[in-house]
């Protein structure tokens, strides 16, 4: 078959990348040898019949008119049945689309492994699928972007690429909530479906795209060319290059040429998908052969170092405490209650919450610790703990650079950006804010009404639609339990066991207290329980300032027992040096050399 002189010498040349459809997902079989995936039309049709099945019948008609006017509203299409599915939207987006590996007739992958023998280390997709990913030969150094990654595509226009990259320029199925698939996702990347008037969301892939149509010629595959605003890109960025750019190129059918050559598209015609697209793939290869062996297959002695797998489908377990595991005394049913809640509970207007409400001391962060570790599995989108009393964005940066959703040479108002995304769009998922005075301070990190994680909350006071868990006091077995578990130790004598008693009825159930106390026993092994308790007795009243004097006791006991800190600090000295040191610090990380200096 005829292949352009131009194309050959840009195949040669490594200028050719390849722009990858739905075409080429379509001709991937399951093990039936029927399509694994759908057409456009296909998809939308499917999810009218899935309205239909939700007994939402006007709604699934409305979509299927949109198919049958000319041309046929995909985009509002897909609009109207996101909105008329909500939830079920994401399910049965994963249903179509998120296709097993396992399920598929790997021989029908053929095409797809014929674009990465162009020699090019790029290929962009407007597909969600995983298939060009199953079909790169070096699937172990493929690297996915969703739809944005700008560090990566910075070193994309510095041609730094060193290993197979796919771009999902309309993101990906792992991260469905992100698909650039409705009107309002194609807001967020081209200006032109916002009126030109305002910025979008993804300018660096925005500029990376009309780079690579302004510098490469680029190869449509399995592409019908019917996307408005792809199309207003490539004649904005023809129309500054004065028609310098490209040429570009589209395999179509022979009836579909003079459309695509109206686009100033060239048009490379095939008789059919099958026969006639391998003989053309195949001579295509053969231009290409001497740059792909060399570009995609390096030798071991040049070998690259690998640009890490970035972007927010990651999962991450981020919760910045240790578990107490067993060690949690007479919280077990709270624990039980906020997960019941989180599950079954009515939802409010910002998803399933649930919140630990408290006085301080009560134990509330150290519950949302262990409900986060006993149930991080039930979360395949990750646990991630925010202390809202402190900068968040800071806390986002570092959780971004953590997780691997950017790089971490990226700017930092980027990570932030990616973060907030995150946290907004994804289900199943935990999102803990820990000691929550001010509800406005998470409004901007709370989910969108399509998605729907759980969100956990410690608080000494309620807020509106997070239901309020309500902590109580230990009881006198269950205090003392806790009190010489924390200790280490059992009272020796019944004189001991009286003193032990004693402390209890002090400390009055307070969780915090009793821990403190018993830890202040465990370091002390010298001092009795007796001792212990006339110390306590004696600090309690001349303490407490006037100013918190209207407290409830358990304040008042909580302050006494962290006052017994400073007669320790007097005793052993070292440990005010070290005291001083951690001070001085703060949360930064601090160097173990700089200790020894110390």
């Not at 131009?6 to 075409?23: I, M, S, T, W």
């Not at 962060?365 to 009393?389: C, F, H, K, S």
């Not at 990226?410 to 994804?426: E, F, M, N, T």
């Not at 006037?546 to 027992?561: G, I, M, Q, R």
């Amino acid at each position: 078959m005829l292949v352009p002189q131009q194309l050959r010498e840009n195949l040669r040349e490594g200028r050719v990348v390849p722009f990858v459809g739905a075409g080429v997902s379509m001709s991937v079989l399951d093990g039936n040898h029927k399509p694994a995936f759908p057409s456009w039309r296909e998809l939308l049709v499917a999810a009218a019949d899935r309205l239909d099945n939700e007994t939402k019948n006007k709604d699934a008609n409305l979509v299927r008119s949109l198919l049958d006017v000319n041309p046929p509203e995909f985009l509002e299409a897909a609009k109207r049945a996101r909105q008329s599915l909500g939830a079920v939207w994401y399910g049965f987006l994963k249903d179509k689309l998120d296709i097993n590996f396992r399920t598929i007739d790997s021989a029908s992958l053929g095409l797809a492994r014929s674009l990465w023998r162009l020699g090019s280390k790029l290929v962009i997709t407007t597909n969600y699928d995983e298939v060009l990913r199953w079909a790169c030969p070096n699937q172990e150094d493929c690297q996915s972007w969703d739809i944005e990654a700008p560090a990566e595509q910075a070193f994309l226009l510095q041609q730094r690429l060193n290993r197979p990259v796919i771009w999902h320029l309309h993101g990906r199925i792992s991260n469905a909530a992100e698909l650039i698939l409705c009107p309002d996702g194609y807001q967020l990347l081209y200006p032109e479906a916002n009126g030109n008037s305002a910025r979008v969301k993804y300018e660096a892939a925005l500029h990376t795209l009309r780079h690579q149509i302004a510098s490469k010629s680029l190869l449509f595959i399995g592409f019908s060319l019917d996307d408005e605003y792809l199309g207003l890109q490539l004649s904005s960025v023809r129309e500054v290059y004065k028609d310098a750019v490209g040429p570009h190129y589209a395999i179509v059918r022979e009836d579909h040429a003079e459309r695509v050559r109206s686009l100033k598209i060239e048009p490379i015609a095939v008789t059919d998908f099958h026969n006639s697209l391998f003989s053309l793939m195949a001579d295509l290869e053969a231009a290409a052969q001497p740059q792909s062996v060399s570009s995609l297959i390096p030798e071991a002695s040049a070998r690259p170092v690998p640009i890490p797998d970035y972007g927010p489908h990651h999962s991450v377990f981020y919760v910045p405490f240790k578990q107490k595991r067993d060690e949690i005394v007479g919280q077990q049913q709270v624990i039980q209650d906020v997960r019941k809640q989180l599950t079954e509970g009515k939802r409010t207007a910002i998803g399933q919450t649930a919140a630990f409400r408290g006085l301080g001391g009560l134990g509330k962060t150290q519950l949302a610790i262990e409900y986060a570790y006993r149930y991080r599995d039930e979360y395949p989108n990750g646990v991630i703990w925010l202390n809202a009393d402190q900068n968040i964005d800071a806390q986002l940066i570092e959780i971004a650079e953590k997780a691997r959703w950017i790089a971490s040479e990226s700017d930092h108002k980027y990570k932030i950006q990616i973060a907030q995304q995150r946290l907004r769009s994804y289900s199943k998922s935990l999102i803990i804010f820990d000691n929550l005075d001010d509800r406005s301070a998470i409004d901007p990190y709370l989910p969108e009404p399509e998605a729907n994680p759980h969100i956990l909350v410690t608080s000494r006071i309620d807020h509106v639609d997070f239901y309020p868990v309500p902590l109580g006091l230990l009881d006198e077995e269950l205090s003392r339990e806790l009190l010489l578990r924390e200790a280490r130790r059992a009272p020796a004598d019944d004189g001991e066991e009286m003193a032990a008693r004693a402390i209890v009825v002090l400390l009055g159930g307070l969780p915090l207290a009793l821990e403190l106390a018993g830890a202040y026993l465990a370091h002390r092994r010298t001092v009795t329980f007796r001792q212990y308790y006339e110390l306590l007795s004696r600090d309690l009243k001349s303490a407490l300032p006037k100013t918190v004097s209207s407290f409830t006791k358990h304040e008042a006991d909580l302050f006494s027992t962290l006052r017994l800190s400073e007669d320790l600090l007097q005793e052993e000295d070292s440990l005010r040096d070290v005291l001083d040191l951690l001070t001085w610090s703060g949360s930064a990380p601090m160097s173990t050399n700089l200790i020894h200096t110390c």
